[in-house]
């Protein structure tokens, strides 16, 4: 099964850029996680929404992903860039 988890946030306008060096620190990580199939960023430049569409084999390969960086403080860090936590939608490949 192939899922996509859908995250959108909001960006802190003062923290932008910071947050673009921090992604590009970290994507790599992401990207190499047991399950991960492929992630890409989108981000409204006017309002600062922020959508992370991810794709993954299983939604529980997901979860193991975001209890690793929960564990690991990378969660924490994410969060001070943004006005709130991500909103996470998940979304299955109907074959029709």
Wanted: hydrophobic residues 40%; charged residues 20%.
């Amino acid at each position: 099964m192939s899922l996509v988890a859908c995250l959108h946030s909001k960006v802190k306008p003062e923290h932008t850029d910071e947050l673009m060096s921090f992604l590009e620190e970290k994507l790599p990580a992401v990207r190499g996680f047991e399950g991960c199939r492929n992630v890409s960023i989108y981000l409204n430049k006017e309002n600062g929404d922020m959508i992370f569409n991810e794709q993954w084999a299983s939604k529980e390969a997901h979860e193991q992903y975001l209890l690793s960086i929960q564990n690991n403080g990378v969660m924490s860090q994410l969060l001070s860039y943004l006005a709130s936590p991500p909103n996470v939608s998940y979304f299955e490949k109907l074959d029709i």
